[in-house]
């Protein structure tokens, strides 16, 4: 059965609700972000993805849940506000708010220098990251192996995710806090060759 995109038998609120209903439908079914594409095929030729979503965002309003534009495309999400209840009645240990300061550090690292070997972390950190925290990293899907460095051995290099910009609610890199600020700030002053 095909699916009506137009629905030119509604009169155009019911239309317009119709559509907001199918986007919110999409995203509420799907584990990872929902690009503009993806959410075009369920409404009609002339429909703004951006108001539709921005008139759903309004309906959300109130709610223990929003709509947030991360990795190249929305979701819904539990709003920050009740992170402690979620933490406190479900079972979200191996979660990604479940890292250490130290790991989110060298999250952050690799996001602002990527692509990034090991060696370059114990330039920033001065001591050696273990195999193991970078393990956990990759295991939660937060890094992958970048370009082979071209120094000698040719050693990986790690660079962030989509589910680096999901976890942490950035539609892309260019929305990390500015690294002059950060400097200024005395983080990540330290510049890796």
């Known amino acids: 059965m095909d699916l009506d995109r137009e629905l030119t038998d509604l009169p155009p609120a019911l239309r317009w ?21 993806d959410l075009a095929r369920v409404v009609g030729q002339g429909a703004s993805i951006d108001l ?6 309004v309906d ?12 190249g495309g929305w979701m819904l999400r539990s709003r920050p506000l009740f992170a402690p209840a979620i933490r406190a009645a479900a079972n ?6 479940d890292l250490s300061d130290f790991d989110i550090a060298v ?23 273990s195999r193991d925290l970078i393990g956990r990293l990759h295991a939660r899907g937060l890094i992958a192996t970048g370009p082979r460095s071209p120094r ?13 910009l999901t976890a942490f609610g ?4 260019q929305d990390l806090p500015d690294r002059d600020g950060l400097e200024n700030a005395g983080i990540g002053s330290r510049q890796v060759s």
């Open 17 to 37: 609700r119709t559509w907001m209903l199918r986007i919110e439908a999409v995203l509420f079914a799907s584990a990872t972000p929902v690009p503009r594409d």
């Open 60 to 71: 959300l309003d109130g709610r223990a849940f929003e709509i947030a534009q991360v990795a």
């Open 152 to 164: 000698r051995g040719a050693p990986h290099t790690y660079v962030t995710t989509d589910a680096f």
């Open 92 to 97: 979200v240990a191996d979660q990604v708010f």
């Open 52 to 57: 539709l979503i921005a008139d759903l965002a």
């Open 107 to 129: 999250l952050a690292a690799i996001a602002y220098h990527q692509p990034l070997t090991r060696d370059g972390l114990k330039e920033i950190f001065g001591k050696d990251i």
């Open 170 to 173: 950035l539609e892309s890199l």
